[in-house]
């Protein structure tokens, strides 16, 4: 599908100066309007990021824009530079460099990029450069160690609630969340694990007490001999969930703790 004129809120505007240089390729005949060009540039499945505790998980809004708050007010940007597509490799991209930081900057002298204050990202294609959005007073001035290039005049606050119209530039808005604690290495007996009350009568599963012994390798082999019936009855506290999937620890049944 080639592309024609199309108008746009803005005005009359042809359909190839909405799709990023970085896909023109010097042929500007033969540019597909597929969105699978545009998910080249920004895509939309992001790894989430995990940083001290917390995961950080950024939601693409819609192609050529850039993020606003509730009042459609641009946030600060700090600007980094030489971020190449593809954004979304794992421990990459925009999500890694706004959060924890970058070789050039840490050279630098940047100490925190201050992901506690940090909204989402504006990716450009075309400059292949991440803009790390932050709420008003987050930075002051227009030069830190941490970015290539700043803007601290905006006066954005809160969450990213909206977008404007910015050729070649994409939002990202942003959810923090509580990281799920790991669970015990694979392997280690469920008998030497914390008590939990929770789950357990005593703090942990019955068979932890048969002659004894603690030294149970597999959580499998003591759960199977407590519940030699299938488990498939029981039902799982919430905050266990994650646990359950890495250590198939039961929880409370039907009936109560076990």
Known sequence: MKLLLITTFLGAATAIDLVPQFLRRGNTDLIDTDNSDLETCFPNNLPWYTYKGNDYIFTRQRYNSICVDSNNRQYQWGKVNGIYPPID??????????????????????????????VGFNYNCDEAACYCLYEKNTWTGN???????????????????????????????LRV??????GPPPGSSICTYPSDYKCYKTGWPACCDDDGKRDISNPLVCNYRFNSSSNSHLSFHPKQQIILALTSRPCATTTGRV
Do not use: H
Request: proline content about 6%; hydrophobic content about 15%; some cysteine.
């Open 89 to 118: 490799e794992e421990d990459g991209g925009c999500s890694d460099v706004c959060i924890s930081g970058y070789g050039r900057a840490n050279q630098r002298g940047c100490s925190s990029m201050k992901p506690n204050k940090l």
């Open 143 to 173: 030069s830190s160690p941490c970015f290539d290039e700043m803007d601290t005049s905006y006066n954005g606050q809160g969450d990213v609630s909206g977008t404007k119209t910015n050729v070649g530039s994409t939002c990202y808005s």
């Open 177 to 182: 969340q509580a990281a799920p604690s790991p």
